[in-house]
């Protein structure tokens, strides 16, 4: 049995982009005195990983985000509130996916993680998507549906499930100390 890896190119977005939409997808709405001549600042309060940034570079992707409709701006009492879009919502959730990776411990704790799906015909974009993403991801397939990693991703496993709307009847992880045969498996992860 050889095993090999493919390699699936999953474009990079930029940095302040990716930090705003995952903000408020995460956060849900922003608020900000809106009567404050300290707008950008207050933004950055919010935002603390763009403090790293030009405060003039982060208004700009703000104006760009809502230019392209990721977001939206309005004010009401005093305050302005800064929420995604529906648009802005999916890309947020494009993006963390495509930042999705798992952690190689130091130590392998001896389990498989074996991940089983079965997804219809009529979800066949998705599927292949998965696949892609597993790839990227780290997983190697073991059989056609069924693929293995020794890693602990529960977490990662979750929101590929819900970023693509599957169900549990689709996708299931197992915890298993016997793969059966994985010598070649263990060669290719790097482990003992």
Not at 44 to 54: S, T
Not at 55 to 72: A, C, H, I, P, W
Not at 121 to 138: D, F, N, P, T, V
Not at 145 to 170: Q, T
């Amino acid at each position: 049995m050889n095993i090999k890896r493919n390699n699936y190119c999953f474009k990079k977005s930029s940095e302040i982009t990716g930090c705003i939409l995952a903000g408020l997808l995460l956060g849900g709405m922003i608020t900000i005195a809106a009567t404050s001549p300290f707008f950008i600042q207050n933004l950055l309060r919010v935002f603390k990983d763009l403090k790293k940034y030009k405060s003039k570079k982060v208004y700009d992707t703000f104006y760009r985000l809502k230019e392209q409709g990721y977001v939206n701006f309005y004010e009401k009492n005093n305050q302005i509130f800064v929420s995604l879009t529906e648009k802005g919502k999916k890309k947020a959730g494009w993006m963390q996916v495509d930042n999705l990776k798992i952690n190689k411990p130091k130590r392998w704790d001896g389990k498989w993680r074996v991940l089983l799906f079965d997804i219809t015909e009529l979800k066949r974009l998705h599927r292949e998507a998965l696949r892609g993403k597993l790839i990227s991801m780290g997983f190697t397939m073991l059989q056609k549906s069924v693929w293995v990693i020794p890693y602990n991703c529960a977490k990662e496993v979750k929101i590929l499930k819900s970023f693509f709307g599957l169900s549990d009847k689709e996708i299931r992880m197992l915890v298993v100390e016997d793969i059966g045969e994985d010598g070649e498996y263990k060669k290719f992860f790097k482990i003992n």
